[in-house]
């Protein structure tokens, strides 16, 4: 008997380079975000891929929370350390409007705008001053998306409290390379990554990482 269960609705995703007008090389910083959303399209399957739509602005819409949430830990690891990045996720429906332009709406984009402008207001106080996430979902059981914020925002607090150096250990590792070619790309030994592994907790944030790309 086939499930009856509803497939769950799409998840927009809306990030935004943190502080883009300050840059001393503005150009070269677009030049890495094209770059960065390149390959975030390559690793990571959407239903509408990532688009830079204002410059220092991109979105898309994949099929599930985890695989936008996989999208925008990608971009903000590919763009360390030039610049950060905040992101605003949001579930529902998606309406295309010109497809010939990429141009979308719905309450999937609406509830990520909303999320978007969340994650800049807590980031502007110091008790949350590390926020870069938000998820919005109507539609969904309040208490769910309250559990999905916070290990979002433990997941933010972590990785912003990071050296830099940790927090290019924890981009290579996410993506797949060993300790050893981190150590060899980054000139460092490799007993120095594995003590920053155990020290910065980078192995438990890694499996955060990895439980929140399996939400459905």
Same mark, same amino acid.
């Given at each position: 008997m086939p499930s009856l269960e509803p497939t769950p609705s799409p998840v927009a995703l809306i990030g935004d380079i943190v502080g883009s007008r300050a840059a001393a090389d503005r150009a070269g910083l677009h030049a890495r975000f094209q770059s960065v959303i390149e390959e975030v399209t390559e690793a990571v399957p959407a239903l509408e891929?990532?688009?830079?739509? #204002? @410059?220092?602005?991109?979105q898309a819409v994949y099929p599930s929370l985890g695989d936008a949430l996989r999208a925008a830990f990608v971009v903000r690891a590919g763009l360390h350390p030039?610049?950060?990045?905040?992101?605003? #996720? @949001?579930?529902?429906?998606?309406?295309t409007l010109d497809a010939e332009r990429g141009v979308h709406d719905g309450p999937a984009y609406w509830a990520a705008r909303?999320?978007?402008?969340?994650?800049?207001e807590r980031a502007g106080r110091p008790q949350t001053r590390t926020a870069r996430t938000a998820y919005l979902a109507p539609d969904e059981p309040a208490a769910l998306v309250t559990a999905v914020q916070a290990s979002l925002d433990c997941l933010d607090f972590m990785v912003g409290s990071l050296s830099t150096t940790s927090r290019e250990i924890l981009g290579g590792l996410m993506q797949g390379e060993a300790q050893a070619d981190v150590a060899d790309r980054l000139g460092i030994s490799a007993s120095a990554v594995s003590q920053r592994v155990r020290r910065d907790g980078l192995g438990v944030a890694l499996e955060a990482l990895a439980r929140l790309e399996e939400l459905p």
């Open positions: 891929p990532p688009v830079i739509t #204002l @410059g220092d602005e991109f030039v610049a950060d990045v905040r992101f605003g #996720l @949001g579930r529902g429906a998606v309406t909303d999320a978007i402008v969340l994650a800049e």
